[in-house]
């Protein structure tokens, strides 16, 4: 979730400011995934053409065909582990290759750009990045056991490997997610060196059995050393902390690990960090901005794998009313915030703290006109994404001709993931794309539709009456 002004304009508790994609469909997670097996994706072609494929889904019974780009491999990637997962993930790390990692520790969407950055600081220090599942950690109802979420079940690594030409690795591939061995490892805590907070933000996901030892970073990882409600972290402080000179003598003493109570410096031959969320290289929520380098150089090339896209088209034909054979037309998707940013609302009365549903009609009205400029489409097709849970509200939405998808079913067919992966795919698919100001979620649909499809994009703006007014 992105806070305008730093803090400033609004006193927000840090538990919030962090919440994040996952957040915004907190009712939605709590309980196990079903698994996929990787034989059932399309593997790529190896030449630069677009590929329609067939993907059958076991729930509800369709098939769709979804037309994914594939691209010609780049030269083979050397071998960067030992082989299959181990007991003990050092003994499937290579001697002559360097890895980098970090925790998840936010939402969805806010540990995706957390995993985003963690990819381009592996590109920085010339290290693999070891990806872990995404994990409900931050909200305290939920077991942090579960429900996990592998990102290669979600987005395409081997895709992703081609467009950077390095390879990039998930915990699951590194150890075996049944050990019974507790690992131990020395990681870097920046959080408590940028923020008031005298512990790390993140452990290892109890899956992992890793028992991290926690050094404190030097306080010039901080963007802003002046501003103590400021979290952000330069990036250029982390690639230093990568090589013997900066590392050596920035070290202080560990804090000694819960589980073995072993103290650990920091690991050279795995670098790892306690989060990456708040990780810069020129400023304060750098994600939303046009020259964002972690997007340019990594985000834009995480695309979803086919099965995340051919539900999103089996949800978008039950709500355009189409029949199985016919095209998706082009459309504009909305996402609208509420939920936990009532707690931004600084005692304004919710009904004018939240942008009405007019402000939205504005915006698709505008992202309509520019896409038929641009594009020389008409596009009439608008469908909503949400996590209002008012049913009034949801009559409002229909009375403006606007379809949704329908989640009744989903939590219970696919998983408590499922929700925000078939609307986070939605959101993307579309020509043109209203989203809510200050919502990580709005902003990586919105970067991702401008990259993808050369669509339009448009964000409202919320907090007071009229704040969208113009």
């Given at each position: 979730m992105h806070l305008s002004h730093s803090f400033g304009r609004r006193?927000?508790?840090?538990?919030?400011?962090?919440?994040g994609g996952l957040?915004?469909?907190?009712?939605?997670?709590?309980?196990?995934?079903?698994?996929?097996?990787?034989?059932q994706w399309p593997a790529p072609t190896p030449d630069k053409v677009l590929v329609p494929t067939t993907v059958t889904l076991r729930e509800p019974q369709?098939?769709?065909t979804v037309t994914t780009e594939a691209f010609s491999p780049r030269a083979e990637l050397r071998p960067v582990l030992n082989g299959t997962p181990t007991a003990a993930f050092k003994d499937n790390l290579r001697p002559d290759v360097q890895y980098v990692t970090a925790w998840p520790a936010s939402g969805f969407t806010n540990d995706f750009m957390g995993y985003m950055n963690l990819i381009y600081l592996g590109l920085l220090t010339e290290r693999v990045p070891i990806i872990p599942s995404f994990t409900p950690s931050h909200v305290t109802h939920f077991d942090t056991n579960g429900p996990r979420l592998d990102?290669?079940?979600?987005?395409?690594i081997p895709r992703l490997e081609r467009e950077l030409g390095k390879p990039v690795l998930e915990w699951s591939q590194v150890k075996d997610q049944n050990s019974v061995v507790m690992d131990q490892l020395g990681c870097w805590n920046i959080w408590e060196a940028v923020s008031v907070d005298r512990t790390p933000r993140a452990y290892p996901p109890p899956v992992l059995k890793i028992d991290a030892s926690y050094t404190v970073a030097p306080k010039w990882v901080k963007l802003l050393p002046n501003d103590e409600d400021d979290p952000h972290i330069k990036l250029s402080a982390l690639v230093s902390l990568a090589f013997p000179g900066k590392r050596e003598s920035n070290l202080q003493s560990p804090v000694q690990s819960p589980v073995l109570e072993v103290l650990l410096e920091p690991d050279h031959h795995l670098l790892c960090f306690d989060h990456l969320?708040?990780?810069v290289t020129l400023e304060q929520h750098e994600m939303f901005r046009d020259y964002s380098p972690s997007w340019r150089f990594v985000g834009q090339y995480i695309h979803w794998v086919p099965r995340i896209e051919g539900l999103a088209?089996?949800?978008?034909?039950?709500?355009?009313?189409?029949?199985?054979?016919?095209?998706?037309?082009?459309?504009?998707?909305?996402?609208?915030?509420?939920?936990?940013?009532?707690?931004?609302?600084?005692?304004v009365p919710e009904l004018d703290c939240f942008a009405p549903l007019i402000a939205y009609a504005r915006r698709v009205e505008e992202v309509r006109a520019e896409i038929l400029k641009m594009k020389g489409i008409a596009i009439e097709r608008v469908v909503m994404t949400s996590d209002e849970q008012d049913p009034a509200w949801w009559d409002a939405v229909r009375a403006l001709g606007w379809a949704y998808p329908d989640h009744t079913n989903t939590v219970q067919q696919y998983g408590k993931w499922y929700p925000i992966l078939v609307d986070g795919a939605i959101q993307s698919g579309s020509l043109g794309f209203v989203g809510t100001d200050e919502s990580t979620v709005s902003m990586v649909a919105s970067r991702r539709i401008k990259s993808w499809r050369g669509g339009a994009a448009r964000m409202v703006k919320w907090g007071k009456l009229g704040a969208d007014d113009h």
């Open positions: 006193p927000i508790i840090l538990f919030v400011c962090l919440s957040g915004y469909y907190v009712g939605y997670l709590n309980g196990t995934h079903p698994e996929w097996p990787a034989s369709a098939t769709v990102f290669g079940a979600v987005f395409d969320y708040w990780v088209h089996t949800y978008l034909r039950q709500a355009f009313a189409l029949a199985p054979a016919e095209s998706i037309p082009q459309y504009i998707a909305i996402h609208v915030r509420h939920g936990d940013f009532a707690a931004m609302c600084d005692g």
